[in-house]
């Protein structure tokens, strides 16, 4: 005795009116005799239930089962993509998908590459530090070489320009880097202290990031907080390193780079 394959589907919102008006309906020879709440196909019995479950895979792989097996029986109608599509758009109803985007800081806080250097001005002036948050610009005896500060250039986030790198300065070994604040209405260059647990990163706030611009065989470094203003040295002897708002002039705002191994 051939058995009858059973598929459930479980919707409060299907009725019967529903399924007829489905475009494979009317082509099925049998469906005016079913009786409310049923339907029987060659050897495949649907039955709507009007109880409310919650949505499952199981229901969704019943529907498709059932409906693979209407696509292959010989009607004129031929069961098409669209029929299932029609099907389940009765059953399932659609929710929008929400994406979230990652926050800027989670972003550009990967890893942060950088390089140790030393930079002296066009006048091989070194860079010492001469206080704890005084940086000056001064000749230095073959033997006073290890007075140069050695700075750790990281290579961070800011807006991209041409042929300019932004990078962060701070001093190796010590918990300073160079920044730029106003102080009345001129902008200063000076040491600030930070949380070394915390810097550097890649996304470091303006007032460190400074645009490095190779010319030649010489860089220079302008502040992004405060475009056309320069890390300068004086042609003064043991002068402070300040930012300046000049190039080419008196002030020297070009450096040779020293890169040094790992």
């Not at 700075?151 to 070994?173: H, T, W, Y």
């Amino acid at each position: 005795m051939a058995m009858k394959n059973e598929i459930h589907i479980v919707d409060e919102s299907l009725s019967l009116e529903a399924l007829f008006s489905l475009p494979w309906a009317s082509q099925v020879s049998c469906i005016q005799h079913l009786n409310l709440g049923s339907m029987e196909v060659g050897n495949i019995q649907l039955q709507i239930s009007h109880q409310l479950y919650n949505k499952s895979f199981r229901q969704v792989v019943s529907v498709i089962v059932a409906m693979e097996k209407l696509r292959n029986s010989a009607y004129a109608h031929v069961f098409r993509d669209d029929d299932l599509r029609n099907v389940l758009s009765f059953i399932f109803e659609e929710e929008p998908v929400i994406f979230e985007t990652s926050s800027d800081e989670f972003l550009c806080d990967a890893a942060v590459q950088s390089v140790n250097c030393k930079l002296q001005d066009r006048e091989q002036k070194s860079l010492v530090l001469a206080s704890p948050c005084v940086l000056k610009a001064l000749h230095l005896l073959s033997q006073e070489m290890s007075r140069e500060v050695v700075f750790c250039m990281s290579f961070v986030q800011a807006e991209e320009r041409d042929n300019k790198i932004p990078v962060a300065l701070g001093i190796r070994d010590k918990n300073l880097y160079l920044s730029c604040v106003k102080k009345g209405d001129t902008p200063t260059l000076q040491l600030e202290e930070v949380d070394p647990k915390v810097y550097p990163k890649r996304n470091m706030e303006k007032r460190f990031v400074f645009y490095k611009t190779e010319i030649k065989d010489t860089v220079e470094f302008e502040s992004v907080l405060y475009p056309n203003w320069y890390i300068s040295t004086s042609q003064t002897e043991a002068k402070p390193v300040f930012l300046g708002h000049f190039r080419g002039g008196q002030d020297i705002t070009d450096f040779r780079m020293e890169t040094l191994s790992p």
